[in-house]
């Protein structure tokens, strides 16, 4: 192919990154660079108590302050039927606190003064008198009878909010009755938040003069936001307008209906102004969607050679005061019930049960892909320690028990169809590209030295891209995803996606994919998304979905203009139909393909010269509803050497191995990937959200809770299998959350296996120096 032609097939290229000019120059339009004429600032008024009834609330002061315009309490929005609001999950959340408040920085009433100064001045003055209640802050606790019920608005009394299993029980237990080995491992997920540089915020902008309102605010699913809010609001949906400007990191924080939003919608409609609302670090922290908080046992029966039998699963699942995990409606422990990860169990029984906390509401977040973060950890770590029972070196282990490639499609024995995978030749490539042999020869030489060296391996598998419309919604609301394709006449396009990016590249990725299927360069190609008055309708940007969903979207309808383009190309060509073919950058007759037209000659005459008969323009939508999910999968490899003196851990090494099937751009896979490796890295070592027995949080800001620096951040190296996705158009499949899913568990099983020789078999993240350093203690090392 002439390279002018090899630059029209930009799919698999690093091309570069269009939106990061704008990113790296300080140029993006991200929610607080929105000032609108006349625009008012809103703040929030918190619970110091993580329990407590709300005697009485007195805004007056605050009324009398500079600037104040209003103050709006729990009773106010009561008295529109607005001081709760419905959650994704079917539960329902309280706006403003009315009765009780339920968690420490509960919002409790909003100020809206000329500035936002003024506002948060004034938020001081507000005058609320609670009694504090004792906090219920243990998930098992609080599932305890006896423990006090914490939602008074439930009929049920209890602080149960959901029992919910996949798999076979009797199959399993019959299985775990006859097996040669069964190991039992308790493993906890600590309670995480993606902390995003931006934090959430937004403008509402009602104009009462057309009755429309428009909202500016950081989401990742605008579309879904518009619907909700319509339902809640009773604004008709056409007139409401929501636009998601440039989103400085979502990381599912982004998903979630937040209380500060109602109250600025609110605010704006009753004054007439526009109002913005934008939170604070520590109000983002400890406020908004959290991630994982799951306390988990896992139990393999396998054979005395390793090979995996069953696995049991229970769990407790801390959701804070209300369900507010955006999971899709049929899945309140979302993906969960992935747990078999990679290995070809013959029976599988997993149980999760939800509890009430005094804590904020939460739970899916983090590049969690709907709880495969918690399933990936638990069976990586739990298949080490069956490793570690039977005696098999953990990378054979693990080969003995993988799902073989010829077994795909893999029904799964808790309802999964996996789609396609390689396992043996993606950690087989990992191993060589790290030197395996040559570590554990390395690792034999320093533990005869007395010296603690690690190798951690996780296999992962992920599943992504909710989803078929059969079994995936929210809130009722299909999960397929869109794509609109507008070709101008001079051969430029405009492209318009039902997803919302927030930093993945989406603005090169999706205009190579429609580039490749219409034979133009990603240059000719415009992406816009987050508008809802003019993208088509989708559900948004989370779990990995936008390749799996919207990437099938962009390349169907690229060959839906395709089909018209041939037809005017068999016009323009004086050819029939059947006798025009496609090269992937022009159209020609057959036999002679020195008489061709480009896609820009067509885009061109749709306007100018269409054939008699035909509709003019050269435009098209396309509604995608993915026949399965999509299932990446992964070998990471981490090497670390833990220092006896401090019980700091080091990475000296790490290796991931990605298989995302076909790669539209290498690089920003990449990027994604050394972003998510970044987090896992993170949590793995130095993000924790404890809280007090009072329910006070207590790393609530950057001093507290950890983000780590370039400083901190391991090297990364990384590699590729490709396994293409067989039902996906492009065979694409999801990467985003991969390396968040799969590294924790190779950074947990380095540091395990590091100290395995003094008969460590299990510690929970995060793993800071000091946690190592009394297991050092304990046994001995240090004293
Ligand atoms: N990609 C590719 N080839 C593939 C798969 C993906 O080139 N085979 C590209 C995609 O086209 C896209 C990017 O990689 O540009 C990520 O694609 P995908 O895996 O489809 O994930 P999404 O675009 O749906 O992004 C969501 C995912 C999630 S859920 C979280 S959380 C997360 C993540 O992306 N949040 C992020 N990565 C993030 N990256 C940034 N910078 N900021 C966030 O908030
Ligand atoms: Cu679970 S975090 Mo991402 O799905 O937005």
Redesign the pocket.
Known sequence: MAKSQTELRPLGKSVGRKEDPRFIRGMGRYIDDIVLPGMLYMSLVRSPYAHARIKHVDPSAALEAPGVKLVITGEDLAAMDLAWMPTMAGDKQMVLATGKVLYQYQEVAAVIAESREQAEDAAQLVDVEYEPLPAVVDPIQSLDPDAPVLREDREKKSNHIFHWEAGDKEATEELFRNAPVVVKQNVRFPRVH?S?LEPCGCVADYQSSTGKLTWYVTS?APHAHRTVLSMVSGLPEHQIRVISPD?G??????VPVYPGYVCAIVASLKLGRPVKWIESRTENISSTGFARDYHMTAEIAAEEDGRVLALRVKTIADHGAFDAAADPSKFPAGLFSIVTGSYDFKESFVEVDGAYTNKAPGGI?????FRVTEAAYLIERVMDVLARRVGVDPAELRKRDFIRKEQFPYQSPTGWTYDSGDYEKTLDLALEKIGYEELRKEQAEKRARGELMGIGISTFTEV??AGPSHTFDIMGIKMFDSAQIRLHPTGKVLARLG?R??????E???A??IAEELGLSTEDVLIEEGDTDTAPYGLG???????????GAAALCGRRIRDKAKKIASHLLEAGEDDVVWDGVSFSAKGLPDKSVTMKDIAFAAYTNVPEGMEPGLEATYYYDPPNLTF?HGAYIAVVDIDKGTGAVKVRRFLAVDD???????M??D??VH??LTEGFAIAFMQDIPFDEDGNCLAPNWMDYLVPTALDTPHWETDRTVTPSPHHPIG???????P?VGSPAAFVNAVVDALAPLGVEHIDMPIFPWKVWEVLREHGVNK
Do not use: D, L, M, W
């Open positions: 993606p995003p990742q989103v990191g979502g990381f599912g924080n982004k977040a983090y590049r969690c892909s992504v891209g997803v990016h927030q930093g993945q590249g989406h090169t990725t999706f190579q994919i940007t989370y779990a990995s979905r936008s390749t799996p969903t919207a990437g990446p995302c099937g076909n790669v539209i751009n290498p920003i896979v990027g994604q972003g998510g694409a499949k999801g990467v985003g959350e991969s968040n």
